[in-house]
Structures are given as C-alpha cells and as structure tokens.
C-alpha cells in the first residue's frame, strides 16, 4: 500500500460515489492505490469513468454491499442517517468519515491551497489546477465539477501543490489547514445551516484562522463580505492577507476587463508594472476568478507572467457557462447558478457575448430552504433574460416546506416585468424553447439539479 494513503483509506466504501465531491476523493484515492468501493442511486458516466480506475460501483443502495473488509465509510452531508450501508457500519463498527475529513487526510504531507466562498469555487479551483499542471507543476486536485469529461474533477500529481474546493456550506472547511486560502466572497447562503451572516462570517473566520502559520489569504477586494471579513481577520497573527480586485488599493488590482465574445482580456498591477492575459470564459466575474487564482499561484512560486499565460489554458467547466451545442442558428448554453448573484453575473455574461440575440433561460430553483429565502431575489434576476421558463423546485436532500414553490420567483419576476412560462412538466420544455427560440438566440439551462440534462433535448428539438 502507498504511504500516501492513510491506514483507514486502503478499502474505503463511499456512499453517493457518483456526486461530484464524493467521486473526486474517490478518484484520487483509486490513483493513489487504494481499493476504492461504493454505491449510488443511478448509472452516471462518472459512475464509469470510476469503474475505468478499477472502483467497484454498485447502483441501489443495501447493506449486503459494504465488504468485510472495509476499512471506512466515507459520505456526505446529502446521506441520511436510514441509510442502509450507514447504518451496517455503524453497526459493525467500521469508522465513518465526512468527506472533508477523507480529502483532509489527503492534504497531508502536501501544500494545500483551499478555495472558498459563496460562489466561484469550481471555476477558480479549476483555472489553478489547468494553469499550474501547464507550468508543470504538477498539481494534486480535487474540483466540485468535471474540466471537460466525466471522472476529470480530480488527479494525483507528483508535485507538491495540492489544490481542493473548501466548501462553506457545512462547515466541512473547518477541517482543512492550507498553506494558501482563497475566499472569493461571503454572502448568506445555505439556509438549513446558517441563520444568519454572523454565522457565516463567524463560519469562515475559523476557516481562515486554519490557515498555516505564514500561510497566505487571497480574498477580494471589491465584494462587501469579503471586506468585512478581511477587517475581521486582519490581527490573526502570521498571516499574510493579499487583497485583489479592481478596488483602489487592492494589492492585485484589475486595471480593465475587455470583452471579447466568450473570452475576456485581463490587465493587472502587480509589483507596479502592467500585466494582460486572457480568460477564455465570457464574464467579468469569471476575470475575477482568474486574478484571484493569479494571486494564490504566486503565493506558492509560480512565476507571475508564466501563471498568467497558463491561465488561458483553462477552457471552462462542465456547467459553468458551458456550450452545449448549436441547432438552427441557437446556441445552448448550461449554466449552474442557483444563487440570484450567480444568475446575475451569468446572465450579464452572457449578454455580453450574445451579439444582438435574445437571452432565454430555463431556470430549475435549488432547495426549498434557498427558494423561501431568496426566491424574491431570483426571480429579479431573471428579470435580465429575455424570457424565462422556469421550473419546479429541485429538492436534493431537503424535503417539501408547505408554501414554498416556485410561484415565489415567478410572482417577483413578472412584478419586475419578466417573460415568465411557468413549466411543471420536465419533458415538455425541449418544446416550449423550441417554440420560443428564434435563430441568434443563446437558450441557458440553469440551476444547480438535473436542469443540465435538458440541454441535449432542447438541441435536439431545435434541430428537428
């Protein structure tokens, strides 16, 4: 066995391996040699790009498929305690994990660097592990979305860099201790857990006072959480705090962010002189990401010119602003955002990019909690679009609230004066877009559910 797996990782059994956090840490420990099983409740590609690093998948879940010799079970926070395979271990007593604890135990040994915030986690994770694998750097990596295939969200490298999402919204990040922290911005999310934002500033002060002694903050300069959190932490001793954005006084300040299409043009200050690359993604928000991974990839020795032509490698991220296609002269586009600041930027991204077409969106809400809390919000956000189809909530791990539907974004789009189809039926929205679209249009499916399987159909359609 590799001594870079831990003794309670040789045989480890995930529950829910084919979700995108889930199956990175599975990936990486089948890469690092340990014999890696698990269970989920469908067939997915990432359930056989698994399968093609020797990973026992089983579909269904029963406690006749835990192996004797299991050493963990690992799972997150969506595995309800009824589970079947849970519940066999605790029974047996095999130790079980959070899958922060698992990527945790991976991290050791390495230099970490921990992306966190409220959005952006993905896309910047991924623009650091592209770049720095380009300068051949060799990065270790786990990434909450697929680069460009199934089974693509994480790598062993031989280097010592390791890069992972950190992610806020269980307060599993307390559990890592990087050498380099990204936090991208901080607003209130994740309503199930956090009632408030102190609780979400108290939330990342613990993760930021993790960081190790010498160790590097990158965190914007523009977003007023941010800010208020850098005010909070500016005493934690041993830490440098490297603040980037186009905010007067930001250490790595963005000079200008020019549009071009679906890429944009980044210019910089660093060490007083001017430095210009390309983000090949549409987006202001997206330049941002790309300036934040800037700052992180110096922070442990990436030449800066070097890292920044690197960046252009990266090319996107399976659901973030993704082309899935053209049919009759309309492009679709998927899109993850289910926060109304995501919508937002994604919306106003693609605008940008959309030359004189019209921007329709079939947005598919996120969770019941988030919709009761922020329902008002999205439908504002929709209100960018051209017009919208917008679809029943997506529950996920959380069951139905009395009251809570869709209805609430549609009434707070319409009072903003959007063009608003309510959709109940997944399988007749391929021909309400159709219906609807006109060539020059971009049509985004958008949200953070099953939406994206959606986008295959509606080309399909368009072309028929």
Do not use: C, W
């Amino acid at each position: 066995m590799s001594p870079s797996v831990p003794p309670t990782m040789e045989r480890p059994h995930f529950i829910g391996i084919g979700g995108a956090g889930m199956s990175g840490v599975a990936k990486l420990l089948a890469q690092r040699g340990a014999l890696v099983a698990g269970s989920d409740s469908r067939e997915s590609e990432t359930a056989a790009a698994l399968r093609a690093l020797g990973v026992t998948v089983h579909i269904g879940h029963d406690a006749a498929q835990l192996a004797q010799d299991a050493t963990a079970v690992v799972v997150s926070s969506a595995i309800r305690p009824e589970n079947p395979e849970l519940a066999a271990a605790r029974e047996r007593g095999v130790p079980v994990l959070h899958r922060s604890e698992a990527l945790a135990a991976l991290m050791e040994g390495t230099r970490p660097i921990a992306v966190a915030g409220t959005h952006g986690k993905t896309t910047t994770t991924s623009m650091l592990a592209v770049a720095l694998s380009a300068l051949g750097m060799e990065p270790s990596y786990v990434i909450g979305g697929d680069l460009d295939a199934p089974g693509s969200n994480a790598r062993h490298g031989g280097g010592e860099v390791f890069v992972a999402e950190a992610d806020e919204s269980d307060r599993s990040f307390h559990r890592y201790a990087p050498e380099v922290a990204i936090v991208l911005n901080v607003e209130l999310d994740h309503h199930a857990n956090y009632a408030s934002m102190e609780e979400i500033y108290d939330s990342f002060e613990t993760f930021v006072g993790k960081v190790r002694p010498g160790g590097t903050l990158v965190v914007s300069a523009d977003q007023p959480g941010a800010v208020e959190l850098t005010s909070r932490v500016r005493d934690i001793g041993g830490l440098r705090i490297v603040t980037v954005g186009e905010a007067q006084g930001a250490d790595l300040r963005v000079m200008k962010i020019t549009p071009r299409g679906l890429t944009s043009e980044v210019t910089v200050l660093l060490d007083g002189r001017m430095l210009t690359f390309t983000v090949s993604v549409p987006g202001r928000h997206y330049a941002l990401n790309a300036v934040a991974a800037l700052a992180a990839g110096i922070a442990v020795g990436a030449p800066a010119r070097n890292l920044a032509s690197a960046l252009a490698k990266y090319t996107g991220v399976q659901r973030r602003l993704q082309l899935k296609g053209e049919a009759a002269g309309v492009q679709v586009i998927d899109s993850y955002a289910h926060h109304p600041t995501e919508m937002a930027a994604d919306l106003e991204a693609i605008r940008a990019a959309a030359e004189g077409g019209r921007v329709l969106v079939v947005f598919q809400p996120h969770l019941f909690s988030r919709t009761r809390e922020l329902g008002a919000e999205m439908g504002g956000a929709l209100a960018l679009a051209d017009a919208s189809v917008v679809l029943d909530i997506y529950p996920a791990r959380e069951d139905p609230v009395p009251g809570v539907t869709s209805a609430l974004i549609i009434d707070a789009a319409r009072a903003a004066g959007a063009d608003v189809t309510a959709e109940s039926d997944r399988d007749a929205v391929p021909g309400v877009v159709a219906g609807m679209a006109k060539q020059g249009d971009l049509v985004l499916t958008m949200g953070a559910g099953d939406v994206t399987d959606l986008g295959p159909r509606i080309l399909a359609r368009l072309g028929s």
